[in-house]
């Protein structure tokens, strides 16, 4: 069992010093009670992380603004996977939007594409009801096909990346400039871990999302890199700790 250390002063906490019922680790060198679950989590990024040697496709680097650590979500196995989902699911929505598309194109009066499916329903054109409750009942379905598209890039060329100095931190998920940007305090980090989540969704199957936590002492939390292999998620969660802690563990 690895012992687990003070993420302030670094120093390994006697046993004398931990209470496993109530989930605490105090230091005395620094006169803080700590999650022993917690620490016990962080001690586990350390095993078979070599920092000075990213796995394929991670990186850590100094540039002349602070450091930058990240990884590509690049993944063969889950582009292909995504593929073939985003092809069915949007093949079958864009017969819908196709109809309704038709439709109000012939509301409009203005020309239909000989392609497109025929705005009839019990053998009489839509009307301007059907068409915009067909356009409302799509919304949702338009929008997880767009979700699924874009997961699909990241997941062909996306990537996620922090940079951070002594003042300011930023955690950047997306492709190349386009994406978005979560800003934090280095300084108020109080924590940095590999966070497990499972659950089961309304049909009863079992679900789970891995991803990096950072936490504030102002009780921020910034997840993220969910769409990382294991090796990348582990390394970039690792490297954090150590620059915005002083250590892995």
Not at 19 to 48: F, I, P, W
Not at 69 to 93: E, K, M, P
Not at 99 to 125: E, G, K, Q, R, Y
Request: glycine share 10%; charged share 20%.
């Amino acid at each position: 069992m690895v012992s687990p250390t003070c993420p302030k002063c670094g120093r390994v906490i006697p046993s004398d010093d931990i209470n496993v019922a109530n989930d605490v680790a105090y230091c005395r060198n620094c006169n803080l009670a700590h999650k022993l679950s917690s620490l016990a989590r962080a001690a586990e990024l350390e095993t078979g992380i070599d920092l000075s040697n990213p796995p394929a496709g991670a990186w850590q680097q100094q540039d002349g603004m602070g450091t930058i650590i990240g990884a590509t979500h690049r993944s063969l196995g889950a582009a292909l996977g995504l593929l073939a989902v985003s092809l069915f699911w949007n093949g079958i929505v864009s017969v819908f939007v196709s109809l309704a598309s038709a439709s109000t194109l012939h509301l409009l009066d203005l020309p239909v594409p000989a392609w497109f499916p025929a705005p009839i329903m019990n053998d009489s054109p839509m009307g301007m009801g059907m068409t915009i409750f067909l356009w409302l009942f799509l919304t949702p379905f338009i929008a997880i096909g767009v979700g699924m598209i874009c997961a699909l890039l990241l997941t062909l060329a996306g990537g996620t990346e922090v940079s951070m100095n002594r003042f300011e931190a930023s955690v950047f998920t997306g492709i190349g400039p386009i994406g978005y940007r979560r800003r934090f305090d280095p300084q108020a980090v109080t924590d940095v871990r590999i966070d497990d989540q499972r659950w089961r969704d309304s049909d009863g199957d079992y679900r789970r999302k891995t991803c990096i936590l950072i936490e504030t002492r102002e009780g921020k939390k910034l997840k993220f890199g969910s769409g990382l292999t294991e090796e990348r998620r582990r390394f970039v969660a690792a490297s954090l700790r150590k620059a915005l802690l002083g250590r892995v563990a």
